[in-house]
T-cell receptor, first 116, second 108 residues
Framework: NAGVTQTPKFRVLKTGQSMTLLCAQD?????MYWYRQDPGMGLRLIHY???????AKGEVPDGYNVSRLKKQNFLLGLESAAPSQTSVYFC???????????????FGPGTRLTVL | DAKTTQPPSMDCAEGRAANLPCNHS???????VYWYRQIHSQGPQYIIH???NNETNEMASLIITEDRKSSTLILPHATLRDTAVYYC?????????FGTGTSLTVIP
């Protein structure tokens, strides 16, 4: 199993450009998440999905959109990139996440995005 | 407001126990505490989680105070490979809230 993979690993954008980050998991997990990590800080949740065709906002959703058309894929889009979106982006997935349940998240290797 | 508070850094001698504290004073009764670690900016890795009782697995032990306002992660015999940033995380519903983490350095 490849686990959680992210494409691309690195990207440099100019302000105003758009791009899509792809996350794929082969563990048949229901839940998927997108986080961003800024220097010296912990991860912050951008958006998440509790199943195919569903998405929800996390802690810092502004400036991002997501889609979950297939269970194994979770896409993160930046429509008009800004320098404040320079960060490392991590995708994660988990089997289940309901209240009171065990919910280990498996993380991908990250995408390093720089917006000039 | 941060849901967890951790010391920014700690050192531990190789072979000794590493005790990493975390304050989560606003946690509610059904919110789990999770611990993950991040090595060299890789994706975080799960260590352990708990709700009320103390927990132990092959990697670590988790001690949660009776009032659930704080917890301690214990690595019983730290090795050089345990050098990493350790995150105490509160899970609220479907969202995980990471703190700023503790950078643990294991010294030979």
């Amino acid at each position: 199993n490849a686990g959680v993979t992210q494409t691309p690993k690195f990207r440099v954008l100019k302000t105003g450009q758009s791009m899509t980050l792809l996350c794929a998991q082969d563990m048949n997990h229901e839940y998927m998440y997108w986080y961003r990590q800024d220097p010296g800080m912990g991860l912050r949740l951008i958006h998440y999905s509790v199943g195919e065709g569903t998405t929800a906002k996390g802690e810092v959703p502004d400036g991002y959109n997501v889609s979950r058309l297939k269970k194994q894929n979770f896409l993160l889009g930046l429509e008009s990139a800004a320098p404040s979106q320079t960060s490392v982006y991590f995708c994660a997935s988990s089997y289940f996440g309901g209240w009171g349940s065990y919910n280990e998240q498996f993380f991908g290797p990250g995408t390093r995005l720089t917006v000039l | 407001d941060a849901k967890t508070t951790q010391p920014p850094s700690m050192d531990c001698a190789e072979g000794r126990a590493a005790n990493l504290p975390c304050n989560h004073s606003t946690i509610s009764g059904n919110e789990y505490v999770y611990w993950y670690r991040q090595i060299h900016s890789q994706g975080p890795q799960y260590i352990i989680h708990g709700l009320k009782n103390n927990e132990t697995n092959e990697m670590a032990s988790l001690i949660i105070t009776e009032d659930r306002k704080s917890s301690t992660l214990i690595l019983p015999h730290a090795t050089l490979r345990d050098t990493a940033v350790y995150y105490c995380i509160v899970r609220v519903g479907n969202q995980f809230y990471f703190g700023t983490g503790t950078s643990l350095t294991v010294i030979p």
